[in-house]
């Protein structure tokens, strides 16, 4: 099977992860380490495989390394131990190894660190940022050789693969010279004027070429011995397939518990569940509660939702802990690591290997390639990730994917892609979309993007609107929201269409703007008269159709979760998709997820429904806690039945379900059971 689902095809499908960046003043390093006692722990908490630590940020080596620095304070072989330990009671140990910072080494050669000067900041916090083009890339790949000849382990745990965001030391410079024959694209005299892709794309490949190698190195050393790469700046490469796919396993962090990190635990695990050339992947969670480090353990319920999510998206789930300098741990963290694991694993075995079944597909890359130092982080009010579209498709509770590269729509499976103004300002581009509909494909516009794609969505203008806040009024609607002109606080656009649009929506403009000499009231002038001026239009293209939105609502949905915002990206969905949905929930919470994924006998819906505090506040943003799980009652789910087939049984984890006819002509209804964080239904086919 050419897709992800990877679950049962790996021996490790719940993981722990082990942080132990120490630095040099913590005297007594691993003085009171038990391998023995944390085994016992793991093995006792359900995990296969964990990640334990052969250098940290700071560069020191938790093994006798005669390559590198072993912890000035350590006395012991940490590693040794902990491999001989964890085999003993049945878990496999990835060694971690800090590739991207190394303190110590930095120090010593501080030519082979990053050298981002004019141009950016360097390093982060207090861990230098290391070059792997010369000798401290020679050295990290000796070091790596030495513990997998060293150590019996399944595999290397590689951090901190990137850039930060992109090197000008010396030898990069004179390597893409030499390599590409062209001059430095830029100008260290005028930081201001950037750096350009080609550099950043040169710099990809460099990497790419180097982990490649490290994987084939280290298989070669150790058979099976696995490469898993935390992809840290690179997730919307990895998934768009544009860098090297031969170095193993891919890993994301989806760290701390700020209201962004609930949707990014989906979308992280959706953009590599559809990637274009998948792999397996693991998604790392924390027992932390706002990040690395912070001592705290989140509550069961936070655990459940984190691995299920994962599970629901194909991915393997890893908690992040962190040992104390000493070596120590707190039970605890094990006891709750297990209860969730105990929860999950049955889950696991349940679903068994499936692969995505989503047919709505949100564009989630930003428009730049390779130009974007940092790549994803779907943490900001940009919006630039598509996360705004995804965000209104997933609290619709219908199944969505996230889509890294728009050639992804080749594939024939999806019915409906999102886009939103943040398109890559290619050709190609605008051909795979053009493609995509001729072939019988519908697109969700929302914002008018880049003026190469205007023809495609029947647009001939379009010009920033006079106010930077205006209604929008849907015509034909429903009573209720949409039947009043709805708020887009975010700069919209005039349009002329084509001839043969159709217009679905108009703009109502404010009665004013706000100025001083024309200041409403505390925020917007109420909606003037209706206008002609279309706001939401539709084109018919070929065997396809589009629909357009000229504002980016999808952004101020993200901002503000205003449900009118997600009903008329919904409507417009709807509208593209016929009526026909592949499921349809009712009784779920706004925060619920539908996650579809298929094998060739059966559909399984996840249902994902967290209960979460109200939020707080902090400077950065406000944090979620899900104390105790709410009961989810009285939840009906409508299954669209693949063409040509029936429904033989409806099982939600072991338990059948009564099916009924559903409302809509070929659907079959079922009710499921209550509830808390998590539930499946398998539905069977023949
Ligand atoms: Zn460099």
């Given at each position: 099977m050419a897709a992800s689902g990877f679950v049962n095809a790996l021996p490790a499908k719940r993981r722990v992860?082990?942080?132990?960046?120490?630095?040099?003043?913590?005297?007594?390093?691993?003085?009171?380490?038990?391998?023995?006692?944390?085994?016992?722990?793991?093995?006792?908490?359900?995990?296969?495989?964990?990640?334990?630590f052969a250098k940290c940020h700071y560069g020191n080596?938790?093994?006798?390394?005669?390559?590198?620095?072993?912890?000035?304070?350590?006395?012991?072989?940490?590693?040794?131990?902990?491999?001989?330990?964890?085999?003993?009671?049945?878990?496999?140990?990835?060694?971690?190894?800090?590739?991207?910072?190394?303190?110590?080494?930095?120090?010593?050669?501080?030519?082979?660190?990053?050298?981002?000067?004019?141009?950016?900041?360097?390093?982060?916090?207090?861990?230098?940022?290391?070059?792997?083009?010369?000798?401290?890339?020679?050295?990290?790949?000796?070091?790596?050789?030495?513990?997998?000849?060293g150590y019996d382990v399944a595999g290397v745990w590689l951090?901190?693969?990137?850039?930060?965001?992109?090197?000008?030391?010396?030898?990069?410079?004179?390597?893409?010279?030499?390599?590409?024959?062209?001059?430095?694209?830029?100008?260290?005299?005028?930081?201001?004027?950037?750096?350009?892709?080609?550099?950043?794309?040169?710099?990809?490949?460099?990497?790419?070429?180097?982990?490649?190698?490290?994987?084939?190195?280290?298989?070669?050393?150790?058979?099976?011995?696995?490469?898993?790469?935390?992809?840290?700046?690179?997730?919307?490469?990895?998934a768009a397939g544009v860098t090297n796919q031969d170095d193993?396993?891919?890993?994301?962090?989806?760290?701390?518990?700020?209201?962004?990190?609930?949707?990014?635990?989906?979308?992280?695990?959706?953009?590599?569940?559809?990637?274009?050339?998948?792999?397996?992947?693991?998604?790392?969670?924390?027992?932390?509660h706002m990040g690395w480090g912070d001592w705290t353990l989140r509550p069961l319920e936070e655990l459940k939702h984190d691995t299920a999510t994962i599970l629901a998206h194909g991915g393997l789930p890893s908690i992040g802990d962190q040992l104390y300098g000493d070596g120590r741990f707190?039970?605890?963290?094990?006891?709750?690591?297990?209860?969730?694991?105990?929860?999950?694993?049955?889950?696991?075995?349940?679903?068994?290997?499936?692969?995505?079944?989503?047919?709505?597909?949100?564009?989630?890359?930003?428009?730049?390639?390779?130009?974007?130092?940092?790549?994803?982080?779907?943490?900001?009010?940009?919006?630039?990730?598509?996360?705004?579209?995804?965000?209104?498709?997933?609290?619709?509770?219908?199944?969505?994917?996230?889509?890294?590269?728009?050639?992804?729509?080749?594939?024939?499976?999806?019915?409906?892609?999102?886009?939103?103004?943040?398109?890559?300002?290619?050709?190609?581009?605008?051909?795979?979309?053009?493609?995509?509909?001729?072939?019988g494909g519908h697109v969700l516009s929302v914002g008018v993007g880049p003026e190469r794609y205007w023809p495609l969505l029947g647009v001939t203008e379009a010009k920033p609107l006079p106010t930077?806040?205006?209604?929008?009024?849907?015509?034909?609607?429903?009573?209720?929201?949409?039947?009043m002109p709805v708020l887009a606080r975010i700069q919209g656009h005039g349009v002329k269409l084509e001839a043969g649009a159709e217009a679905l929506g108009y703009w109502t403009h404010p009665l004013s703007g706000k100025s001083k000499g024309d200041f409403y009231s505390h925020?917007?002038?109420?909606?003037?008269?209706?206008?002609?001026?279309?706001?939401?239009?539709?084109?018919?293209?070929?065997?396809?159709?589009?629909?357009?939105?000229?504002?980016?609502?999808?952004?101020d949905y993200w901002h503000t979760s205003y449900s009118a915002l997600r009903k008329m990206i919904v409507a417009c969905l709807d509208t593209l998709l016929d009526g026909r949905r592949q499921v349809y929930a009712e009784g779920l919470p706004a925060i619920a997820e539908v996650a579809l994924r298929t094998n060739d006998e059966a559909v399984f819906v996840h249902v994902i429904a967290p209960s979460v505090s109200r939020p707080g506040t902090r400077e950065a943003g406000e944090t979620f806690f899900m104390d105790a799980a709410v009961g989810i009652h009285d939840v009906r789910i409508g299954l669209r039945v693949p063409e040509g087939r029936a429904c033989t049984a409806a099982d939600q984890l072991g338990h059948a379900l009564t099916m009924t006819p559903d409302e809509r002509d070929g659907y079959v209804r079922v009710e499921l059971a209550p509830f808390r964080t998590h539930t499946a239904v398998r539905f069977d086919f023949r």
């Amino acid at each position: 099977m050419a897709a992800s689902g990877f679950v049962n095809a790996l021996p490790a499908k719940r993981r722990v992860h082990l942080d132990f960046h120490t630095p040099d003043f913590v005297a007594n390093v691993g003085e009171r380490f038990s391998a023995q006692a944390l085994a016992d722990a793991l093995a006792g908490g359900e995990v296969e495989q964990a990640a334990f630590f052969a250098k940290c940020h700071y560069g020191n080596a938790y093994y006798p390394t005669k390559v590198g620095r072993a912890h000035p304070g350590l006395q012991r072989d940490m590693l040794g131990e902990f491999v001989s330990g964890a085999a003993a009671r049945g878990v496999r140990t990835f060694a971690y190894y800090s590739l991207g910072f190394d303190v110590w080494y930095g120090t010593q050669h501080p030519d082979t660190m990053q050298h981002p000067e004019p141009f950016f900041q360097r390093s982060w916090g207090p861990w230098t940022a290391m070059c792997v083009n010369g000798p401290y890339g020679e050295y990290a790949r000796e070091q790596l050789a030495e513990v997998v000849r060293g150590y019996d382990v399944a595999g290397v745990w590689l951090d901190i693969v990137g850039y930060y965001p992109v090197c000008v030391c010396a030898r990069c410079r004179e390597a893409y010279q030499r390599g590409t024959g062209h001059d430095l694209p830029f100008d260290d005299d005028k930081p201001d004027a950037g750096i350009g892709t080609d550099y950043y794309r040169w710099q990809r490949q460099m990497l790419d070429e180097y982990t490649g190698g490290l994987a084939t190195l280290l298989a070669g050393l150790r058979p099976g011995c696995e490469l898993l790469c935390n992809t840290a700046t690179g997730i919307r490469e990895k998934a768009a397939g544009v860098t090297n796919q031969d170095d193993g396993q891919w890993c994301e962090e989806a760290v701390g518990n700020r209201p962004h990190t609930f949707t990014a635990m989906s979308l992280y695990s959706s953009l590599f569940d559809n990637a274009v050339r998948p792999r397996p992947f693991e998604i790392c969670s924390q027992r932390f509660h706002m990040g690395w480090g912070d001592w705290t353990l989140r509550p069961l319920e936070e655990l459940k939702h984190d691995t299920a999510t994962i599970l629901a998206h194909g991915g393997l789930p890893s908690i992040g802990d962190q040992l104390y300098g000493d070596g120590r741990f707190e039970a605890p963290v094990y006891e709750r690591i297990g209860d969730a694991y105990r929860w999950l694993k049955p889950r696991q075995a349940f679903c068994g290997t499936t692969r995505p079944a989503a047919e709505v597909g949100v564009f989630a890359a930003s428009s730049g390639p390779a130009s974007d130092p940092g790549g994803i982080k779907y943490n900001g009010n940009a919006c630039r990730n598509g996360e705004g579209l995804f965000k209104a498709v997933m609290d619709a509770h219908c199944p969505v994917a996230a889509l890294a590269d728009l050639a992804a729509l080749a594939g024939g499976r999806y019915a409906v892609v999102l886009i939103d103004e943040n398109l890559p300002d290619t050709d190609e581009g605008v051909a795979a979309l053009e493609a995509y509909v001729e072939s019988g494909g519908h697109v969700l516009s929302v914002g008018v993007g880049p003026e190469r794609y205007w023809p495609l969505l029947g647009v001939t203008e379009a010009k920033p609107l006079p106010t930077p806040v205006s209604y929008i009024r849907m015509a034909d609607a429903p009573p209720g929201d949409l039947s009043m002109p709805v708020l887009a606080r975010i700069q919209g656009h005039g349009v002329k269409l084509e001839a043969g649009a159709e217009a679905l929506g108009y703009w109502t403009h404010p009665l004013s703007g706000k100025s001083k000499g024309d200041f409403y009231s505390h925020q917007h002038g109420p909606p003037g008269p209706a206008t002609e001026e279309p706001a939401v239009w539709r084109v018919t293209r070929g065997a396809g159709s589009v629909i357009g939105v000229a504002a980016p609502i999808a952004t101020d949905y993200w901002h503000t979760s205003y449900s009118a915002l997600r009903k008329m990206i919904v409507a417009c969905l709807d509208t593209l998709l016929d009526g026909r949905r592949q499921v349809y929930a009712e009784g779920l919470p706004a925060i619920a997820e539908v996650a579809l994924r298929t094998n060739d006998e059966a559909v399984f819906v996840h249902v994902i429904a967290p209960s979460v505090s109200r939020p707080g506040t902090r400077e950065a943003g406000e944090t979620f806690f899900m104390d105790a799980a709410v009961g989810i009652h009285d939840v009906r789910i409508g299954l669209r039945v693949p063409e040509g087939r029936a429904c033989t049984a409806a099982d939600q984890l072991g338990h059948a379900l009564t099916m009924t006819p559903d409302e809509r002509d070929g659907y079959v209804r079922v009710e499921l059971a209550p509830f808390r964080t998590h539930t499946a239904v398998r539905f069977d086919f023949r």
